[in-house]
């Protein structure tokens, strides 16, 4: 298996800063077609464990605009083959001091493109 062949890390490099853009705009259509319609698809926030596509649909569409602003550090982004990757990145808010977020995404290569079937976002204390 040939791990970080290039045209395949920058698509997933591509559909990953698609998916921060929608997150900090809150642009739901975009954030739930990057989500793979499926209820085996799970998401872990760093306040919700939802589990298939109809949960977290209603917890994007239910979450409010504010405060949603962060900067990046430390993406790592891994293709393996030419239809699995994971991304991770560390996260920063003005409104968190102190604290440093952690999100993790497992993307599969679909018929209809790039999709995020697990993610996991958890905040700890910086340091």
Known sequence: MRIDI????AEVEAAFARYERALV????????EL???APETIRYGAAENLYGMEEIRAFRRARPPAGLAR???RTVITTYGRDFA???TMF??????GKVG????SWVRFPEGWRVVAAHVSVVPEG
């Open 71 to 73: 900067s990046l550090s």
């Open 35 to 37: 989500f793979r319609d």
């Open 6 to 9: 290039p045209e395949v890390r």
């Open 102 to 105: 952690r999100q993790s995404q």
């Open 25 to 32: 705009t809150n642009d739901v259509p975009v954030l739930e």
């Open 92 to 97: 920063h808010r003005e409104g968190a001091p």
């Open 86 to 88: 994971v991304a991770n």
